[in-house]
C-alpha cells in the first residue's frame, strides 16, 4: 500500500517570509496529490493539487512542485500571513486493482508569527 | 448549495451504544467518502462510495463499524457497539469527479465514548 510521510510536523515563521513543506510518497503508481488546509475547529479544504504529468503549479502565493523519480512533492507558501496559520495536510491517490485509495500526510501544523 | 452536511454535529456516548452518524452530500456528487480524524492516526480514509455503491471499504476497522447509501442524497456510518477508542471527528467529504478531484469536507461529527 501507499505510505505517504509529511516534514516538519511543526513551523513557525515571521509573517512576510516563506514556508516550506513536503511530502514523500512510497508507490510510484500514484498520481493525484492534492494539499488541503484545515484551521482549527474547522474542515479539512482543497488549497492546490497536482497531477503527475505536471511538475509545478502556481496560485498567487502558493505553488507545488513533484518530483516523480524522487517521489516527493512540496507546498511553498510565499509571503506568509497570520490567517495561513493552520494544519496543512498532504496527499496521494492510487488507482489499484480494488478500487481508488487515498492517502493523507501526518499533517504540519503552521503558525505565522505577525 | 449548503455544502455538504453532517448530523450530529457532536455525540456524547456511552461504550456499548450503537452510534449513528448522517451525512448529505452536494447535490449531483456521484462520490462520497467517510474519514476518521485522530491526533494519533491523522486523517483516515475508512469507505467511500461511487453511485451509492461502496468501492472501497479497506479502511473501516473493524465489523464493529458499517456504512450504507440508500440514496444519492444520504449516507449513514454506524458504530455498533461503540469504545472508547472510537472518540475521534469522523467527515464526511463529496466529490462530483471522483477520487483524484477536489473533495468537499462537511463540518464533522465529534464523537465521544465514554
Redesign the interface.
Known amino acids: 500500500g501507499e505510505n505517504v510521510e509529511q516534514h516538519p510536523s511543526t513551523l513557525s515563521v515571521q509573517e512576510g517570509d516563506s514556508a516550506v513543506i513536503k511530502c514523500t510518497y512510497s508507490d510510484s503508481a500514484s498520481n493525484y496529490f492534492p494539499w488541503y488546509k484545515q484551521e482549527l475547529g474547522k474542515r479539512p479544504q482543497l488549497i492546490i493539487d497536482i497531477r503527475s504529468n505536471v511538475g509545478e503549479k502556481k496560485d498567487q502565493r502558493i505553488a507545488v512542485t513533484l518530483n516523480k523519480t524522487a517521489k516527493h512533492f512540496s507546498l511553498h507558501i510565499t509571503e506568509t500571513q497570520p490567517e495561513d496559520s493552520a494544519v496543512y495536510f498532504c496527499a496521494a491517490s492510487i488507482k489499484g486493482l480494488s478500487g481508488n485509495q487515498f492517502y493523507f500526510g501526518t499533517g504540519t501544523s503552521l503558525t505565522v508569527i505577525p | 448549495d449548503a455544502g455538504v452536511i453532517q448530523s450530529p454535529r457532536h455525540e456524547v456516548t456511552e461504550m456499548g451504544q450503537e452510534v449513528t452518524l448522517r451525512c448529505k452530500p452536494i447535490s449531483g456528487h456521484d462520490y462520497l467518502?467517510w474519514y476518521r480524524q485522530t491526533m494519533m492516526r491523522?486523517?483516515?480514509?475508512l469507505i467511500?462510495f461511487n453511485n451509492n455503491v461502496p468501492?472501497?471499504d479497506?479502511?473501516m476497522p473493524e465489523d464493529r463499524f458499517s456504512a450504507k447509501m440508500p440514496n444519492a442524497s444520504f449516507s449513514t456510518l454506524k458504530i455498533q457497539p461503540s469504545e472508547p477508542r472510537d472518540s475521534a471527528v469522523y467527515?464526511c467529504a463529496s466529490s462530483s469527479q471522483?477520487?483524484?478531484y477536489?473533495?468537499y469536507?462537511?463540518?464533522?461529527t465529534r464523537l465521544t465514548v465514554t
Open positions: 467518502f491523522g486523517l483516515e480514509l467511500y468501492i472501497d479497506s479502511g467527515f471522483g477520487w483524484a477536489e473533495q469536507f462537511g463540518p464533522g
